[in-house]
Nanobody
Framework: QVQLVESGGGLVQAGGSLRLSCAAS????????MGWFRQAPGKEREFVAV????????YYAESVKGRSTISRDNAKNMVYLQMNNLKPDDTAVYYC?????????????????????WGQGTQVTVSS
């Protein structure tokens, strides 16, 4: 089993930045794809970004592309999401997720069902 704990959320003004962190424990996930999703009130959980174990493959949602950067530290079992130029539409609970897959990102990486482990989420609120 893998436990995921997110941190780094908070209240920020539009145009500001936040760096989310996710710590994995239970076993190493250094060979697993790791990603981020978000869910706003009344909306479905949506894909934000995913990164392969080596960083060779990274995918972003169009809504955050150019404003966000996903990164990871395999030695620390961590994944990060740097978000810049935040907008009120970015307000959501952000979830860290892991695919229990060796090395390669599953094709349907944009769907929550392709991930096996989830954190409890961290709230991001962007004020206008």
């Amino acid at each position: 089993q893998v436990q995921l704990v997110e941190s780094g959320g908070g209240l920020v003004q539009a145009g500001g930045s936040l760096r989310l962190s996710c710590a994995a424990s239970g076993r190493t996930v250094s060979s697993c794809p790791m990603g981020w999703f978000r869910q706003a009130p009344g909306k479905e959980r949506e894909f934000v970004a995913v990164m392969s174990w080596s960083g060779a493959n990274i995918y972003y949602a169009e809504s955050v592309k150019g404003r966000s950067t996903i990164s990871r530290d395999n030695a620390k079992n961590m994944v990060y999401l740097q978000m810049n130029n935040l907008k009120p539409d970015d307000t959501a609970v952000y979830y860290c997720a892991v695919q229990n897959a060796e090395f390669y990102i599953r094709p349907e990486y944009y769907t929550p069902s392709s991930y096996d482990y989830w954190g409890q989420g961290t709230q991001v609120t962007v004020s206008s």
